[in-house]
Nanobody, 129 residues
Framework: QLQLVESGGGLVQPGGSLRLSCAAS????????IGWFRQAPGKEREGVSC???????TYYADSVKGRFTISRDAKNTVYLQMNSLKLEDTAVYYC???????????????????????WGQGTQVTVSS
């Protein structure tokens, strides 16, 4: 069964840090563009950070540049390190993977076009004092 499972969400104070994990099973992330997305209440889902192994590109939304870092390990897991968290980072965070075909071959394309072939179930991140 092909799936992505997120973990690591929780409640954190402003200025704090969290690291989200996304474990893939049933397929290898080596052949996919991978990314993290989030959806806050009443807002549309947005691409936060994406990574394309095929061209080595990484994308970060302006709102998280300098604070969030996307990475992956050799064990088919993707991470999102989130530092200096702000109230507006509160959202459900999803990881996703998409096959690099046609125009969706770069990190920016995945995040901006907001696409994925496989999605995790989401993990809640709440930033509150």
């Amino acid at each position: 069964q092909l799936q992505l499972v997120e973990s690591g969400g929780g409640l954190v104070q402003p200025g704090g840090s969290l690291r989200l994990s996304c474990a893939a099973s049933g397929f290898t992330l080596d052949y996919y563009v991978i990314g993290w997305f989030r959806q806050a209440p009443g807002k549309e889902r947005e691409g936060v950070s994406c990574f394309s192994r095929s061209d080595g590109s990484t994308y970060y939304a302006d709102s998280v540049k300098g604070r969030f870092t996307i990475s992956r390990d050799a064990k088919n897991t993707v991470y999102l390190q989130m530092n200096s968290l702000k109230l507006e980072d509160t959202a459900v965070y999803y990881c996703a993977a998409v096959k690099p075909i046609e125009v969706i071959t770069t990190a920016q394309a995945m995040c901006v076009m907001n696409v994925g072939d496989y999605w995790g179930q989401g993990t809640q991140v709440t930033v509150s004092s």
